[in-house]
């Protein structure tokens, strides 16, 4: 029973990570919709589409419960700030044709977090975890030197997924409730844009086109399932085996970017992705330290 509780949580990640990897081919398909406008249907559908599975589930006790004590709400209205400024980081990044560098930033998100964790939790961090820490700032050094800029696109997408994980992992709300909650919170601003468009001449969800209607309603599905599996599979396997299957998503992107999208890849940010690749070695062995040493515990 064990092994398939264990597989079963291997094939949800595999899932998760999966699409999450493959979004940047989805939203190619959508380059002819401005990042502002995919972004207001994704809150839209995927808070119906939420809704839905809510109903059907009959699990509204947890929307209930958050909107009965305001600082859960209020914490969870902050974290769909912060990945709806990732989400539409994200899709400029693939407008621009600039998916390498929100690979990168997906890379750099373990790390964040770990910088995360000393900074706001005050957690102690080992040897290997500093070493890890120090090669993502040597990474974002050579970027500066090499290439001339900070590389903005990758550290706002690491540091709002970071700060995003760390606020909601305070708020004790299931991921189905606390989704809809979040897309909830969306809506105001999504509906403001909206009417601002409509003064404007344009219908930020009426498109002519049947097959650019149908992705934006599929964009809000795609923005759950993922979370749900996600869900799923951290129910079912320790943290070390999660952590390791966290790379599959900016792998997958890293290659899409590359392979399928002819994306330039200049030497020195080779190297800065050389810098991460190692620290992450460095981290995925602490993490596995750390989790061998509980089990023995």
Partial sequence: MAAN?????????????GIWGFF?????????????????????WACVFVALLLSLKRQWGGVAAAFRTPRHFAMLALAALLVGSNWLVFLWAVDQRQVVASSLGYFLTPLVNVLLGLLVL??????????SVALALAAILNEVLSLGSLPWVSLILAGTFGCYGLVRKQVPVDALSGLWLETLAMLPLAGL???????????????????????????????????????????????????????????LQFLTAVVLFNEPLQPARLVSFGLIWIGLIVFSVSLWGKYRRAQVA
């Fill in 193 to 251: 844009y909206a009417l601002w468009q409509a003064q404007h001449g344009h219908a930020v969800f009426a498109f002519q086109d049947t097959l650019t209607a149908t992705m934006l309603m599929g964009a809000g599905i795609l923005t759950a399932v993922p979370l749900m599996a996600f869900a799923a599979a951290t129910q079912r396997l320790d943290l070390a085996t999660v952590g390791m299957l966290m790379y599959i998503n900016p792998t």
């Fill in 24 to 44: 940047p081919l989805f939203f190619r398909q959508l380059g002819h919709v401005s990042p502002l406008d995919i972004l207001a249907n994704r809150a839209v």
């Fill in 122 to 131: 005050k957690e102690r961090l080992n040897r290997l975890e500093w070493v």
């Fill in 5 to 17: 509780r264990q597989l079963a949580g291997i094939g949800f990640g595999l899932l998760a990570y």
